[in-house]
């Protein structure tokens, strides 16, 4: 929580950072590429908080939205205040397009430390890249000695409606498509190979139940010796999650915290475990030994 957190105040000090440059070098922006920097700029922002906020509250969808589409006409707003009120409102668009891209995708990856610290890289990499092309517009305008401060140029009214089309679109797609995106998948770990615990004769394996369902989904043991299992229900999953499996003989509410299970004489084969109704499942895969 405290590196979702951290991350996030990173994200809004370097898109300060990026606003204050705007207002401060505003006269030496008023042209097309000036412009797409800008919003591209906005664009970037907001779907790194998208994805910085799906991850810290836990893929819960509204709340994420809410945050992101705040930060998204915040932004927008104080990036094209210094011309044209359009700008304002292609700023916002912008920032919505990003918002979208941003929760999905924050939704569709895994939380885990490592994800977060790689959009953080991600979110570094790509605004030092347009700041790059922002402050070759500044010396090209500069070079030709052009310091006026006021916008030139007439109106067009093109951007905004692709980008109005481009948020209707995307929300449209989302809200249709809405059950059909798979929640915390990209980055979850598949598998793993469960300890040995010499003193005790025992192969034990923790298993992680989130929001994003069971971590890793599936555990290999060995045949012929005693499993400990210990189903670790993270605090903000929910409570009253029921675990069941046909194949193991268990039908029980897991509590918050460690949930230990005992699994005598395992024998070869497959074993499956859901959550509930069965929309997150996870398996025991059990082999001979050589």
Same mark, same amino acid.
Request: hydrophobic share 45%; proline share 2%; charged share 15%.
């Given at each position: ?12 000090? %370097? +898109?300060?950072?990026?606003? &204050?440059?705007? !207002?401060? @070098?505003?006269?030496? =922006?008023?042209? #097309? ?112 000695? %052009? +310091?006026?401060?006021?916008? &030139?140029?007439? !109106?067009? @009214?093109?951007?905004? =409606?692709?980008? #109005? ?126």
């Amino acid at each position: 929580m405290l590196l979702s957190i951290g991350s996030l105040f990173i994200v809004l000090l %370097i +898109t300060g950072y990026c606003i &204050v440059r705007i !207002h401060r @070098y505003k006269g030496f =922006i008023t042209s #097309a590429a000036g412009k797409l920097s800008s919003m591209s700029m906005v664009a970037l922002s907001s779907a790194f908080i998208g994805i910085l906020s799906a991850q810290t509250l836990e893929y819960q969808i509204v709340p994420s939205t809410v945050m992101s589409g705040l930060f998204a006409i915040a932004v927008g707003f104080l990036t094209g205040k210094p011309f044209r009120k359009l700008d304002v409102v292609n700023g916002i668009l912008s920032g919505f397009v990003g918002a979208i891209i941003g929760i999905v995708a924050g939704v569709m990856i895994f939380i885990s430390a490592s994800a977060i610290m790689i959009t953080d890289l991600g979110y570094i990499v790509c605004i030092y890249l347009l700041l790059s092309v922002f402050d070759r517009q500044i010396n090209k305008v500069q070079s030709q000695e %052009i +310091t006026s401060t006021k916008a &030139v140029g007439q !109106h067009s @009214y093109i951007p905004t =409606i692709f980008l #109005a089309s481009v948020v209707c679109l995307m929300l449209g797609g989302v809200i249709v498509n809405s059950n059909n995106i798979v929640i915390g998948q990209i980055g979850q770990k598949q598998s793993q190979v469960t300890a040995m615990d010499e003193e005790n004769d025992l192969q034990v394996a923790i298993i992680d139940v989130t929001a994003a369902g069971f971590n890793p989904k599936n555990t290999e043991f060995k045949a012929n010796t005693m499993i400990k299992v210990i189903f670790n229900v993270n605090s903000n999953t929910g409570n009253g999650l029921k675990l069941v499996s046909k194949d193991l003989k268990i039908d029980m509410v897991l509590k918050n915290g460690k949930n230990s299970f005992l699994l005598d004489d395992p024998q070869p084969g497959k074993y499956e475990f859901m959550l509930g109704s069965g929309e997150y499942k996870g398996s025991f895969t059990v082999t001979q030994k050589k």
